[in-house]
């Protein structure tokens, strides 16, 4: 009976211990590198199409070497990551402003031009035109002649991946398309029309919970998303009489979800044929514009972002003013906002689009 109690009570203190070291590992959060940081640690990096990357102040942090165009940045952590193309004839990507060469044969001689970036674990995607690089695998696009990506083209979920664009058919209506993972390559969905004698157009991709997308774009003159391959079209506040030439009355370029709420941002065309940004919450639309007191020309809303419990937007803004001469001259505010307030603004760069790192 002794010897009984006396592993009992060995056993209790490996319970004990156990216990203990799970308490320790479970409060180690701050350890994690893709822990949320509170608001005052966040930094903004700005990307511009030269490859030149911009603080939140508006100062020139890093110039990437050998980048002779960069089409993306996305970040991870502390780590940001940016697609584009090597002078060198490379293909890879900038981790941190160092470049990385993926080590993969081609079988074409082609000049390769990576038009999207995105990340899970310590797998990069790249699209990479016909493929999409998973590291340094190659997968093909199926009946890929006339795709075209999108600008925000990949978007990946617990390891999977998608990539979304359109499909041009010269005198026909172009096709929205969806492009998924499926034994091995990635498989083609036309994305739902309201008819089939309008266009699809394409341009974002947001992927959550694994197998679930949410694309934004227009259908014909309108604006729109597919939640999981299903045509939403987004309502307008503005009814101008015709859209302007060779543009829609609306379009989405830029989706995210945050705290179980989709967001949408874009523009939808005034009753003088101008572009006026637009951030469509659950599908209601709201106009954004900071209160500068000149005449404004057009704007635009470019890109989301969510993290945490914050939502950054990319905007631009066209302003009409009068110089002391009396003549009359245009500028374009670049500014990023979290949540309702602006926090940076750029002028004269040619920017791609930001993170928050």
């Known amino acids: 009976m002794l010897k009984f109690f006396n592993n009992m009570r060995r056993l209790y203190k490996y319970f004990l211990l156990a216990i203990c070291l799970l308490t320790l590992f479970s409060s ?56 584009g193309k090597n002078t060198r004839g490379k293909v890879g990507y900038w981790k941190n402003g160092k470049w990385n060469t993926l080590h993969i044969d081609f079988i074409d001689n082609v000049s390769h031009e990576t038009q999207g970036i995105a990340k899970w674990d310590y797998y990069i995607y790249l699209f990479d035109y016909p493929y999409i690089l998973k590291n340094s695998g190659i997968f093909p696009l199926d009946d890929c002649e006339d795709f075209s990506p999108s600008g925000k083209c ?85 009814n101008p009489p015709s859209p302007p030439e060779g543009m829609p009355f609306g379009h989405v370029s830029s989706i995210t979800q945050l705290n179980g709420h989709i967001y949408a941002c874009g523009y939808e065309a005034d009753d003088e044929g101008s572009e006026q940004a637009v951030l469509w919450v659950d599908g209601v639309p709201q106009h954004i514009r900071n209160e500068r007191q000149h005449k404004m020309i057009f704007s635009f ?48 760069i040619d920017i791609v689009n930001f993170a928050v790192v």
């Open 154 to 238: 990949l978007a990946v979920s617990n390891g999977k991946c998608y990539l979304a664009g359109m499909e041009y058919h010269g005198d026909e209506p172009n096709d929205a398309v969806l492009y998924y993972e499926y034994k091995g390559r990635y498989a083609k969905a036309i994305l739902p029309k309201p008819s089939p004698d309008v266009n699809g157009h394409a341009t974002t991709i947001y992927a959550y919970n694994t197998d679930h997308t949410i694309v934004g774009g227009h259908v014909g003159t309108e604006p729109c998303i597919w939640v999981d391959q299903q045509l939403q079209v987004l309502p307008r506040t503005l």
């Open 301 to 348: 809303a470019d890109e989301l972002i969510a993290y945490g419990d914050d939502l950054y937007m990319l905007t631009f803004e066209c302003y009409e003013y009068t110089l002391p001469n009396g003549e009359t001259d245009y500028e374009i505010d670049i500014l990023i906002w979290m949540n309702d307030r602006v926090i940076a603004k750029y002028n004269g």
């Open 28 to 83: 180690c959060e701050h350890d994690d590198p893709t822990a949320v940081k509170r608001r005052g640690e966040r930094q903004i990096l700005v990307l511009t199409s030269e490859g030149h990357i911009y603080d939140m102040m508006g100062d020139r942090i890093m110039e990437l070497p050998d980048c002779e165009y960069a089409s993306e940045i996305i970040s991870d952590g502390d780590d940001y990551f940016v697609s």
